[in-house]
């Protein structure tokens, strides 16, 4: 009996730490079972990562005109007779290197892609607790207005708030100031997607017995809202939050390429896409055919993650 007891198993132990608890959930062992979502992963984060180390990678800084040679401009890529190194994908007409300029341009098109999205998310996601928790009069108030801005397109948004901001600041805007404006368009154009999921979520959470509870002993309704409901409506909002940052990046890349984005000096994919896009049917493709395939890949990525993402937080595909 005594061999017996020592030779049973032990009692598998739960993870403790966040991580552990991450590495052994649902959600991690779908994520090793996808090598489709395992693949956009990786690319997401060299896409990142070559935004953030785009100074140590490539070899010139395109915003500084002391490094631009004019002599380089127009150079094809380096496998063609006529390239040059370090130029490995070419230049564009102010001799740029397109390598370089795109590393750039994804740190300023995924700055404003985050920027905007946590600009909307939190927008949103402070209208949807209130809407859905104090419900009556404010709730309709918010969901009309909601209702209002889903009848006009997020691409029009932006160009009537990037419009009427540029209209009272001045139509010349530095690069700092443009890019603020971007991102506070972004964030305005996509902020009725959070409110209406997680007032829906709220709406269910409230009428729970650990909001009755938190009520009884006397919790503020802030505290209630934002420390007790808030994390158990955050699930939808990550994979909202996922899909609009591709959506973001497009945003930014389609009004750069109208020419209300990002100034020439200072590049985004979308601007590189509008420089490219005047030099494409006399011969030089490289310019803009480099900067569109990187924005295609960033943003099939993010949009692989973001359908994966979705799939895995469903309890009913679990």
Do not use: C
């Not at 890529?77 to 590393?103: C, H, K």
């Not at 309709?140 to 209002?148: F, Q």
């Not at 001045?170 to 964030?187: A, H, M, R, Y």
């Not at 569109?292 to 799939?311: E, K, P, S, T, Y």
């Amino acid at each position: 009996m005594a061999d017996a007891i020592q030779a049973a198993p032990a009692p598998h132990s739960t993870p403790t730490t966040w991580a552990g608890r991450f590495f052994d959930s649902d959600v991690w062992a779908s994520f090793k079972r996808s090598k489709l979502t395992m693949v956009a992963a990786f690319l997401t984060a060299l896409f990142m990562a070559s935004a953030i180390l785009a100074g140590l990678l490539s070899p010139q800084d395109p915003f500084d005109p002391a490094q631009l040679e004019l002599m380089n401009s127009r150079l094809p890529p380096i496998w063609d007779a006529e390239g040059q190194m370090p130029f490995v994908l070419g230049t564009d007409e102010q001799g740029r290197d397109i390598f370089s300029a795109i590393l750039y341009g994804l740190r300023i098109s995924l700055a404003v892609g985050i920027l905007g999205v946590a600009l909307s998310a939190t927008l949103g996601i402070t209208l949807g607790l209130v809407a859905g928790y104090l419900g009556g009069t404010v709730d309709a108030i918010i969901m009309r207005i909601a209702d209002v801005q889903l009848t006009f397109p997020a691409i029009l948004i932006a160009l009537l708030v990037d419009g009427v901001v540029k209209a009272v600041l001045g139509g010349q805007l530095d690069e700092v100031t443009t890019l603020s404006v971007l991102v506070f368009s972004i964030g305005l154009s996509f902020w009725v997607q959070y409110a209406r999921t997680v007032r829906g979520s709220v709406m269910v959470e409230k009428n729970k017995d650990y909001i009755a509870a938190a009520r009884l002993i006397g919790l503020p309704t802030p505290v209630i809202m934002f420390r007790h409901v808030l994390p158990n409506v955050l699930g939808p909002v990550l994979v909202i939050a996922t899909i609009n940052l591709a959506l973001a990046v497009i945003t930014e890349a389609t009004l750069s390429f109208l020419g209300t984005g990002m100034p020439e000096t200072m590049p985004s994919l979308g601007t590189l896409i509008r420089i490219g896009n005047n030099y494409l049917f006399s011969g030089e493709w490289w310019i803009v055919a480099f900067p569109g395939i990187a924005l295609a890949v960033l943003v099939l990525a993010i949009n692989l993650l973001g359908d994966w993402l979705r799939d895995a937080l469903n309890p009913k595909l679990r």
